[in-house]
């Protein structure tokens, strides 16, 4: 028996969605703020500080944390995430290929600097 062999490639209808320009807007969105809270969770994981612990903590508004803790703020700025961040223990750095740059919400720290791939950060 001869079958002819399906030359198309068949596409999930996720697939088929994402051709759609609003939606695939609509979902990158919605994903953005789904990862930031699943973000922000992952790093609270064993952290049982109250809102206010952790507003202190982070230097940061008791209604920022419980607004991001809860979902009603979907966007945050760098700044409050570093400090969110520093607050739970981690430290944040960008990577490019060989290039690390740490990334601090410190007060004191005034500049990051790279020279010929060598870091040179001023406190």
């Given at each position: 028996?001869?079958?002819?062999?399906?030359?198309?490639?068949?596409?999930?209808?996720?697939?088929?969605?994402?051709?759609?320009?609003?939606?695939?807007a609509a979902f990158d969105k919605e994903?953005?703020?789904?990862?930031?809270?699943?973000?922000?969770?992952?790093?609270?994981?064993?952290?049982?500080?109250?809102?206010?612990?952790?507003?202190?903590?982070?230097?940061?508004?008791?209604?920022?944390?419980?607004?991001?803790?809860?979902?009603?703020?979907?966007?945050?700025?760098?700044?409050?995430?570093?400090?969110?961040?520093?607050?739970h223990g981690f430290s944040i750095e960008?990577?490019?290929?060989?290039?690390?740059?740490?990334?601090?919400?410190?007060?004191?720290?005034?500049?990051?600097?790279?020279?010929?791939?060598?870091?040179?950060?001023?406190?």
């Open positions: 028996m001869n079958k002819k062999k399906n030359k198309g490639k068949q596409i999930s209808t996720f697939e088929r969605e994402m051709q759609d320009a609003k939606f695939k994903y953005q703020e789904f990862a930031l809270q699943e973000l922000l969770s992952t790093m609270s994981q064993g952290d049982e500080r109250s809102v206010r612990a952790l507003a202190k903590a982070a230097e940061l508004h008791p209604n920022a944390v419980q607004n991001l803790r809860s979902g009603k703020t979907t966007d945050i700025k760098l700044t409050s995430f570093l400090r969110i961040a520093r607050a960008l990577v490019k290929g060989d290039i690390h740059i740490p990334v601090a919400a410190k007060k004191k720290q005034t500049a990051i600097g790279l020279v010929k791939g060598i870091h040179a950060r001023s406190f």
